[in-house]
């Protein structure tokens, strides 16, 4: 096998090419990879099944299993396909890196043929799950800017050859586009040498993770104790309406009382669960948590059981996002991500993406360095933030917020409901609050490089991107709006989308034109 | 980071150039034709669709959906009249214009929408021509960025010729994807 070759190290250029080159001739995967292969097959049957299960449900009671022994037969069957089917694909699967190219053949019936091309991929994310990683061995996944269609995976080569390969890759653009400049190719091939880490997360870190994230239950269980009372405020308003739960539930075994008591017990106990749940989610997918920088990439290391390894590269970096809900805030922890491109790649969950490299609840004294390394001179935190306009705040409060509210309120009063005026009182001042905090925190300001998005309504969210990878700019105008001499700026890059809603006129354009001469006028590849 | 292309001159704002001075063109006045023909023969499908089951003498149709039918055509009309006037007012309001670097699209009734696509930024263009379009002899064109399909630049309602124009004009931009 042609692995063995990848594992002696070297630290020219042409022996790093050589040896993740495997050649002119095809390659099979390491035979571990039959264990990966039926692992997911069984995954994806388990997926179909979800859909299937309803319609066999029906079906077998149509049939009421006369034929039980054929369907004896056909699930021995099934067991039987599943367990070989691992084997079937590994003996499908072909691979090679040839001439700067990866190049997969795989599928059983209907084949694939991938050739991708290196300067293509955007992305390389290493993979080691858990039955991989006693005799190191890795999964390399392959992003491309283009479809998902493209997206091409190797299933199972040595880590210590990944790791090559994911060097050789993506330097490959930098080598390509200025050869001129600064070498990569003399990294040293070891692959601790250079590295710099610049972040860890401790356990407790992790575990504030998880709480932070799980805030909706939080909530909840801290509202516990004045569920009862709630719900005797409920009962009352039901029952004066002519509606006894007391009737529905039936005087059976208990008073509706103490079957409320018990929902609310298991209540806070699925919510205690499901906290726990979170934090141990945090705990499997950022054990260990590393962020290092080796020159101008990012790798970002963690995972209990199924270790994962995603790098980026600094200049693919469109966007970075230092998020803070409310109890982050209490806390005084960020999330910080960062974020490059989006389309083509279907969506993932967050942790896991690829596309978004995620620092978990990092203090706010580690915010401002990392987002240097990586946007150098970019200043998130600076007072200078501008807000929007306050007819921001007449257009939703007058359009959609109090017409209704007044509309409601009228006709309660018109009917002397005084308890359902307060309740929509109460909800009105609840969504103009959460309206005008949202109004108080939205704010923007540029510099020569950059431009800075705060958003947020409790929480605080900053954005921000430097100007020339600018995508698409649109500025948007009712003609109300431009009576008022406003309008909403949005903003297109690679990551998504960004608006800054009803900004002075002038102000709005004279972004929008800054942001396109930027984008026009710059040569650099926004990649 | 790379300094080799690296420069930093000072920018005079007010010096910039403004996306709202440029000269815009109208659609082929076809687009709002065909928009309007569209709805007006869809509208008269659905009503003679609808009149055919109500006044059908061979089964007799329960009360309830004999008493739906004024209500349905209302409801017909109403959303046709609405795209109707939509259409009759808001496709005049559809103007592009190209610049050396970038695409720029008015459009929007009420809500006014200038947006400005550079075309350093495209991936890749697609012309594209439905059965109503072959027929009026229009085209439109779909221009692809990065950052999502939902916000793909379009400029509908196109002559053929300057579509194909259009198109060869963006795959002509010297800067575009080199590789």
Known sequence: MNHTRTEQSSSTVTHQQKSIDTGDSWQRLAPISILYFTASNIKQFAQFLIYVIPALAISSNIFEMHRLSYAIAAGVGLISVMSISGLISYFFYFFRIHNRHVEVKCGVISRRHINLPFWRIQNLKIEQPFYYRPLNFALVVFDTAGSSEEEAKIVAVPLIYAQTLRKQVLADTSVSKAPSVGSPEHASFDREADEVVLNRRSIKDLIIHGITNNRVWILLGAAAPFYDRASTHVYNWLESKGLSLNHIIGEQTAAWWQLGLYTLTALIIIMALLALLSVGGALLSFYGYTLSRDKDRYIRRSGLLNKQEVSMKRSRIQMITAKQDWLDKALGRVNLYFEQNTSGTPQQPELMSPNKLLIPSITIDEVQPLINGAMPGSKIYNPNYKSVSKRFLSYWLGIWILPPVFLLSGIAVYFQQWHELVVILIVAMVLNTLMVLRWWRWGYTDDERYVYVRSGRVGLDYQCFEKYKVQQVTVVQSIFMKRKCVATLKILLASGSITIPFLPQAEAWKLANALIYAAESSRKSWM | ?179
Not at chain 2, 26 to 42: E, H
Not at chain 2, 101 to 115: A, E, S, W
């Open chain 2, 1 to 179: 980071m790379k300094i080799d292309d690296f420069s930093n001159e000072p920018v005079v704002l007010s010096q910039l150039p403004d996306a709202r001075e440029v000269e815009t063109h109208p659609l082929s006045p076809r687009y709002r034709i065909v928009n309007l023909a569209t709805v007006v023969v869809v509208f008269l499908l659905i009503s003679i669709g609808i009149s055919i089951v109500y006044f059908q003498p061979w089964f007799p149709l329960p009360e309830p959906v004999r008493a739906v039918y004024p209500i349905a055509l209302g409801i017909v009309g109403f959303i046709s009249g609405c795209s109707f006037v939509y259409h009759w007012l808001a496709d005049p309001r559809i103007r592009y214009a190209v610049r050396q670097q970038d695409l720029i699209l008015h459009k929007g009734l009420i809500f006014r929408k200038v947006t400005c696509q550079p075309i350093l930024r495209v991936q890749h263009i697609e012309l594209k021509r439905g059965p109503l379009d072959r027929f009026a002899g229009l085209a439109k064109i779909q221009v692809f960025s990065a950052g999502g399909s939902a916000h793909t630049f379009e400029i509908p309602g196109l002559p053929i010729e300057r579509a194909a124009q259009l198109r060869q004009f963006i795959l002509d931009h010297k800067e575009l994807d080199a590789r």
